[in-house]
T-cell receptor, first 112, second 117 residues
Framework: GENVEQHPSTLSVQEGDSAVIKCTYS??????FPWYKQELGKGPQLIID???NVGEKKDQRIAVTLNKTAKHFSLHITETQPEDSAVYFCAASIGSNYQLIWGAGTKLIIKP | NAGVMQNPRHLVRRRGQEARLRCSPMKGHSHVYWYRQLPEEGLKFMVY????????ESGMPKERFSAEFPKEGPSILRIQQVVRGDSAAYFCASSPPSLAGGGNEQFFGPGTRLTVL
């Protein structure tokens, strides 16, 4: 079946440094790639997304890049802050329907 | 515009009882998804519904679990004869219809944390 692999499972970075989380997907028909942030005890929140007609999207300190040929996309967080500590999930749409396949998550730890 | 609402936020049941989890999607959203999450783990898809239709229930256990999204009212995830292994956080998400088709943003509720004693 289709799947999304996410790496690393845990990432620890010094405050102020950059963090990069990578995902690969298997369904060549996937055309929508969101990233979610989940804080402890809360539901996941969409932080940025990208569609297959663009290669990069940026929103302040957060950026996502997409390589459709290689079927991978990445989340980049610059100038990390303590409030960036959370679990981050990537996802990819399944073909042309409304469902998403989810990565296993990355626990991001920002060290002061 | 209120976000996705779920209730109750916490639910405690004894083994053998029934659990009913409710989800009200965002206004204008016609797609509802239910996910299950164990501590320190990712999201496991359970079921995808549109109004009065189950589109995909491939992630639902064959027994004891059912879901509905009636024409009026919230979506309900029902777990009959709960067992300790059902203890988890259950999240609901909703998304709007898309004229262009393809993937669409899913907006999550705060979740219901089910504890089975």
């Amino acid at each position: 079946g289709e799947n999304v692999e996410q790496h690393p499972s845990t990432l620890s970075v010094q405050e102020g440094d950059s963090a990069v989380i990578k995902c690969t997907y298997s369904d060549s028909a996937s055309n929508y790639f969101p990233w979610y942030k989940q804080e402890l005890g809360k539901g996941p929140q969409l932080i940025i997304d990208i569609r297959s007609n663009v290669g990069e999207k940026k929103d302040q300190r957060i950026a996502v890049t997409l390589n459709k040929t290689a079927k991978h996309f990445s989340l980049h967080i610059t100038e990390t802050q303590p409030e960036d500590s959370a679990v981050y999930f990537c996802a990819a749409s399944i073909g042309s329907n409304y469902q998403l396949i989810w990565g296993a998550g990355t626990k991001l730890i920002i060290k002061p | 515009n209120a976000g996705v609402m779920q209730n109750p936020r916490h639910l405690v049941r004894r083994r053998g009882q029934e659990a009913r989890l409710r989800c009200s999607p965002m206004k204008g959203h016609s797609h509802v998804y239910w996910y299950r999450q164990l501590p320190e783990e990712g999201l496991k898809f359970m079921v995808y519904l549109q109004k009065e239709n189950i589109i995909d229930e491939s992630g639902m256990p064959k027994e004891r679990f059912s879901a509905e999204f009636p024409k009026e009212g919230p979506s309900i995830l029902r777990i009959q004869q709960v067992v300790r292994g059902d203890s988890a956080a259950y999240f609901c998400a909703s998304s709007p219809p898309s004229l262009a088709g393809g993937g669409n943003e899913q907006f999550f509720g705060p979740g219901t944390r089910l504890t089975v004693l």
